[in-house]
């Protein structure tokens, strides 16, 4: 059964125009910051120092790799729930899933050690796709529950909130699944924009902070 492959719209050594490139800059960077600093208020952990350790992390992978990979080391969702039980069965203390997030480190330079040395077809045969997918449905559906309250979905939510939401979200699901072209690769930026707009006509967005 032949696999359809969609093109790609840029190729591993082309560079997008100035004014896309400019575009996905932005949607990257709203992606990056937005999951970098849920993850350390969800935990009551400090934003900064999540702020200061992905940058740091980054900067030692874009040498490592010679900047040939555009990627950016944030927050990672996968570790919320250890987390969270390890701070729950400390007492409220975060040093033993900071210590926890520490070893792990260690685990994950080893593993690249072995990988640079090996390749990855270990990685295939012990962590196949079909164990993936489940693992990152678990992890999306744990979160659910956050996302929902922070949506509005509480008691004494307002209405104006979840409307804002609801159409963030079917914003961005339409772009991602009907979008052409150049459109179709920024669903989240142009749901972002989508959701401010109408979050500015519904009164929910304060200028005084800006203007103080």
Do not use: C
């Not at 040093?95 to 390749?119: D, F, R, S």
């Not at 997918?133 to 996302?147: D, E, T, Y």
């Not at 409307?163 to 963030?168: K, L, R």
């Amino acid at each position: 059964m032949a696999i359809n492959q969609k093109p790609l719209l840029l190729d591993v050594d082309e560079k997008p125009e100035v004014l896309k490139g400019i575009l996905l800059s932005f949607q990257h960077v709203f992606a990056m910051f937005g999951a970098t600093i849920l993850v350390p208020l969800i935990l009551g952990m400090p934003v900064s120092v999540a702020l200061f350790a992905s940058g740091i992390g980054t900067l030692i992978y874009q040498v490592a790799t010679k900047a040939k990979v555009p990627v950016y080391l944030g927050s990672s969702f996968a570790y919320i729930t250890a987390m969270a039980v390890a701070i729950e069965q400390m007492g409220g203390d975060i040093k033993a899933a900071q210590t926890g997030v520490i070893m792990v480190g260690l685990v994950y330079v080893l593993i690249a050690g072995i990988v640079k040395m090996l390749g990855t077809k270990w990685i295939d045969k012990l962590l196949p796709p079909i164990v993936i997918g489940p693992m990152i449905m678990v992890i999306g559906l744990g979160l659910a529950s956050s996302a929902v309250t922070n949506a509005g979905f509480v008691a004494d939510g307002d209405i104006r909130h979840i409307i804002v939401a609801i159409a963030t979200f079917l914003i961005t699901s339409f772009i991602n699944t009907k979008g052409k072209g150049f459109f179709k690769i920024i669903p989240f930026l142009i749901g972002i924009i989508g959701g401010y707009v109408i979050a500015l006509f519904m009164g929910l967005v304060d200028f005084q902070p800006v203007l103080d």
